[in-house]
C-alpha cells in the first residue's frame, strides 16, 4: 500500500506539470518602459516560439522591429498560450493590463475574444494575424492575400510539369479560407497552359482537416496514381502527408505558408518545388511600424504580392535546375509584377 | 487496566493536536524547502529568487482584481480537490476527475443551448444539474465496474478520462457543432446569456475581464457540506471506515461495495461543477479549446490539503496564486514560467514527505508512551 501511494504521489506531480504545462516561456527584460518609444507585447499561439511555423514568423517580425530601433527590446513582452489554448483571452488581458501601446496577438482563434476585450482597453491598439475580428477603432485585422502568393507557385507548377497535370490538395472545405489558396492556384496554373489539368481533393470540413496526414497522404498519392506529377497543398498539419507520398511517388511537392524545404527531411526536400510564403512577420512589423507612427490602421489590412505580404520560397535547395531553375524564377517574377500593377487579377474563388 | 481505558481518549486527543499542529509545521517547512530548491533553480537562470517570488506576489494580491483572480483560478480547483478527496477517504484514486468534468460540461452544453426556453432562474440551476447529472454518470461507470468485476478504478477512470476528451470532440464537430458561418474555430453555439454563471464582477465593482463568480462561494460552501458528509453523517463514517480499514469495516457490519458506488457518485458530483467556472464565467459556449487538467490537478490539491476540506481550500488558493504568478513571470523577468510548475512539483512532493515525517514520528511517539503506559500499569496494579 505505501509503495503505492508514493506511485500515485510522483504521478499527481507529474499530472499536475503535464496539466498546468504547455505554459509560456515568457521572455521578457524586466522593468518598464524606457524613454518614450512604444511598448509591444505579444500573444502567441498554440505551439509558441519555436515552432517553425506561425508564431516564429511573428517574432521575426518583431525582431525586425527591434533591429529597426523602432521598438525597444526592453519595452517588448510576450506570453505563450497553453496547449489546449483556454487561456488565449487571459494573455490578451495580461498584456492589456500592462498597457502596452500594442497586442499582437498570433492566429485566427484570438478574434472573438478580442472582440470581446477590445472595448475595455480603449488606449491599447489590438492587432490579430488571420484575424476576423470586429470592427473596432482599435482592433485590426492581418489578413493575406493567399490567393496572389498560390498563383505563383501554380505558374511554377504549370512550367514545372510534364505530364500536364496537378494536384491541389486542400484541408478544410467550405469556409471560403482553403478556396482562395484553390482558385488562385488554378489560375496561376491556366495563365501559363490552360490546357493542364488541376486534380483538387480537400481532406474534410472541419478543423480536423487540418492534422490529418494519413488522408492527406492517401489523397496525395491517388492524385500522383490519377497522373499528376506536381502537387500543391494548403492543408496545414496534414501537408506532411503529401511530403511523404511524394516520396513514394516520386513526385514533386509544393509547400506552404513558411519555408517548408527548410523544415523537411533531406529525401523530401530534394523534391519540394517551392513554398507559398505568408509573410507574417511582413505583418506584425507594419502594425508595429503603424503603432509606432501613430497611424494605426483599424478594420482589415490586406498583404499581398505589393505589400510583400505573400511571395514564393527561393532556398539553397530549390535554387538550381532540378527544382526551380533561373528561367522559371524570371518569368515568375514577371508574373509578380504583372499583378502588382493590376495587368493580371486573380480571382479569389474557385471558378464554378 | 482501568487506567489505560480512561487514559485513551485524552491521549488521542493530544496526539491529534499534535499531530495537526506538526502537519503545520510540515507545510511550513515544505514550503519553505520548496522555495529553497526553487531559488537555486531562479539563481541558475540567472534571476533574483527573491524579486521572483515577490513579482508572483505582486501579481497576485496587488489589486482587488489580482485578488479576485486567484479566487477565480482557485474556483475549479477546489471542486477537483474535493472531487479526489471524498473518493481517496474511501480508500480510491479518482484519476479521473479529468474525464468526469469534461463530460460535464458537455452535458452542461446540451442544457444551456436546448433548455433555451426557460427563464434565466431555471435555467442555470438545470445547466448545473445536468453537469452534475453528467459526471455523476461518468463516475458511476468504473464505480461499478469496481465494485462488480474488481477492475481497478485507477485504470478504469483513466480510459474513461480518453473516451471523454474523444466524445466531446465528436460533439463539437458533429451535432453541437456552430452554426455560425464565419467561424473557423471548433466549437458550439453561444449559449445564450441567461445560461451564463452570475457573474461577481461586476457587484464588486472589478473588470469584466475578471470571470469571478457564484461558484466561488459555492465552492467554499461544497468544502463545509463535504467536512460535514464525512465527519458528521453515517455514510462519511462509512466511507472513512473503508478507507482505513476494509476489513474492520466489513467485520462492522458496512456494506463496502454499496459505500464505494455510494461516494465515488459523489466525488462524480463534485466534479462536475470544475469545469463550469470556465464552461458558465468565462467562455460561454464549449469549444474545443476548453481547459484541461483541472482533474490532475485537483490529485495535487487534495494532497496538499491533505483531503481535508480546509486544506484543500488553502492549496487550490495557493496553486491559485501560483498561476497567477505565471503571467507576472512572463511579463517581468526573464525566466520560463515552467519555473513555477517546477515549484509546485517540488513543493507537492516535500509536502508529502514533510507529512509522513511527522505522522511517523507521532506514531512513534505514541508507541513509546503506550509501552511507558503499559510498563507502569503493572506497578499500579
Not at chain 1, 165 to 194: H, N
Amino acid at each position: 500500500m505505501r509503495s503505492g501511494k508514493w506511485l500515485v504521489v510522483v504521478l499527481a506531480a507529474g499530472l499536475l506539470a503535464s496539466a498546468c504545462g504547455g505554459g509560456s516561456p515568457g521572455e521578457s527584460p524586466g522593468g518598464g518602459g524606457s524613454g518614450g518609444g512604444i511598448r509591444v507585447g505579444l500573444a502567441y499561439d498554440v505551439g509558441g516560439v519555436g515552432d517553425k511555423s506561425f508564431n516564429d514568423a511573428a517574432n521575426r517580425g518583431l525582431q525586425q522591429a527591434i533591429d529597426e530601433g523602432i521598438v525597444d527590446e526592453d519595452d517588448t513582452e510576450f506570453i505563450e498560450a497553453n496547449a489546449s489554448g483556454s487561456d488565449r483571452d487571459d494573455n490578451v488581458i495580461a498584456l492589456a493590463d500592462e498597457g502596452f501601446d500594442l497586442v499582437v496577438a498570433v492566429g485566427f482563434a484570438f478574434s472573438e475574444g478580442i472582440d470581446k476585450i477590445a472595448s475595455d482597453y480603449p488606449d491599447v491598439n489590438f492587432a490579430v494575424v488571420d484575424g476576423f475580428a470586429k470592427e473596432a477603432p482599435n482592433v485590426s485585422n492581418l489578413v493575406f492575400k493567399e490567393e496572389e502568393g498560390s498563383f505563383l507557385v501554380g505558374a511554377a507548377a504549370a512550367m514545372k510539369s510534364e505530364a500536364g497535370t496537378v494536384g491541389f490538395l486542400g484541408g478544410q472545405q467550405g469556409t471560403g479560407l482553403i478556396e482562395k489558396f484553390e482558385a488562385g492556384y488554378t489560375a496561376g496554373v491556366q495563365e501559363v497552359d490552360p490546357n493542364i489539368e488541376v486534380l483538387v481533393e480537400y481532406i474534410g470540413d472541419s478543423t480536423a482537416a487540418f492534422v490529418d496526414p494519413t488522408k492527406g497522404e492517401a489523397l496525395s498519392s491517388k492524385m500522383y496514381d490519377d497522373g499528376a506529377d506536381i502537387i500543391y497543398h494548403a492543408a496545414g498539419g496534414s501537408g506532411a502527408g503529401l511530403f511523404k507520398a511524394a516520396v513514394e511517388k516520386d513526385g514533386l511537392a509544393i509547400g506552404v505558408d513558411s519555408d517548408q524545404s527548410l523544415t523537411a527531411s533531406s529525401e523530401q526536400r530534394k523534391l519540394i518545388l517551392t513554398s507559398m510564403l505568408k509573410r507574417v512577420d511582413t505583418a506584425v512589423f507594419e502594425a508595429i511600424q503603424q503603432v509606432a507612427e501613430d497611424s494605426f490602421r483599424k478594420g482589415f489590412q490586406t498583404f499581398g504580392l505589393a505589400e510583400d505580404g505573400v511571395d514564393y520560397a527561393v532556398n539553397k535547395y530549390n535554387d538550381n535546375p532540378q527544382l526551380l531553375s533561373q528561367e522559371i524564377q524570371d518569368e515568375l517574377d514577371a508574373l509578380k509584377q504583372d499583378i502588382i500593377d493590376g495587368k493580371i487579377k486573380v480571382p479569389t474563388e474557385p471558378a464554378a | 487496566m482501568a487506567t489505560a481505558v480512561s487514559g485513551a481518549p485524552k491521549r488521542s486527543r493530544s496526539s491529534r493536536l499534535e499531530l495537526i499542529g506538526g502537519q503545520i509545521l510540515a507545510f511550513v517547512g515544505a514550503a519553505l524547502f520548496a522555495g529553497v530548491i526553487g531559488g537555486i533553480i531562479i539563481v541558475l537562470y540567472g534571476e533574483n529568487p527573491l524579486f521572483v517570488y515577490a513579482t508572483v506576489l505582486n501579481y497576485a494580491t496587488a489589486r482587488p482584481e489580482d485578488i479576485a483572480q486567484v479566487a477565480e483560478n482557485a474556483t475549479p480547483l477546489i471542486f477537483s480537490g474535493l472531487a479526489v478527496a471524498v473518493a481517496f477517504k474511501a480508500g480510491m484514486f479518482n484519476i479521473g476527475v479529468e474525464g468526469q468534468y469534461i463530460i460535464g460540461m458537455l452535458t452542461a452544453a446540451i442544457a444551456a443551448l436546448y433548455l433555451d426556453r426557460l427563464p434565466g432562474v431555471l435555467l442555470v440551476p438545470a445547466v448545473v444539474l445536468s453537469a452534475v447529472l453528467g459526471a455523476a454518470a461518468w463516475a458511476a461507470i468504473p464505480a461499478i465496474l469496481k465494485v462488480k468485476t474488481g477492475a481497478h478504478e485507477v485504470v478504469t477512470t483513466i480510459m474513461m478520462n480518453g473516451i471523454a476528451i474523444s466524445l466531446v470532440a465528436w460533439a463539437i464537430l458533429n451535432p453541437l457543432k456552430s452554426t455560425g458561418e464565419q467561424s473557423v474555430d471548433l466549437r458550439t453555439n453561444l449559449f445564450p446569456g441567461k445560461a451564463l454563471m452570475p457573474s461577481l464582477a461586476e457587484p464588486l465593482g472589478l473588470p469584466s475581464s475578471v470571470h469571478l463568480t457564484l461558484l466561488f462561494p459555492i465552492a467554499l460552501l461544497a468544502c463545509a457540506l463535504v467536512w460535514f458528509f464525512l465527519y458528521r453523517t453515517r455514510l462519511g463514517y462509512e466511507v472513512r471506515a473503508v478507507g482505513s480499514s476494509s476489513g474492520s469495516a466489513e467485520a462492522g457490519g458496512i456494506s463496502i461495495g454499496a459505500a464505494q458506488i455510494k461516494v465515488f457518485l459523489i466525488s462524480g458530483v463534485l466534479a462536475g461543477f470544475v469545469g463550469l467556472n470556465h464552461l458558465l464565467g468565462d467562455k460561454g459556449y464549449l469549444g474545443n479549446n476548453y481547459e484541461v487538467g483541472l482533474g490532475f490537478a485537483g490529485i495535487a490539491v487534495a494532497f496538499l490539503g491533505r483531503n481535508h476540506p480546509v486544506g484543500i481550500a488553502l492549496s487550490a488558493l495557493l496553486i491559485g496564486v501560483l498561476i497567477r504568478g505565471e503571467d507576472g513571470i512572463a511579463l517581468s523577468t526573464e525566466l520560463p514560467t515552467e519555473v513555477l510548475i517546477i515549484l509546485q512539483g517540488v513543493l507537492i512532493l516535500s509536502v508529502v514527505v514533510a507529512y509522513e515525517l511527522v505522522r511517523r514520528t507521532v506514531a512513534r511517539r505514541q508507541l513509546r508512551e503506550e509501552a511507558v503506559v503499559e510498563a507502569a500499569a503493572p506497578a499500579e496494579a
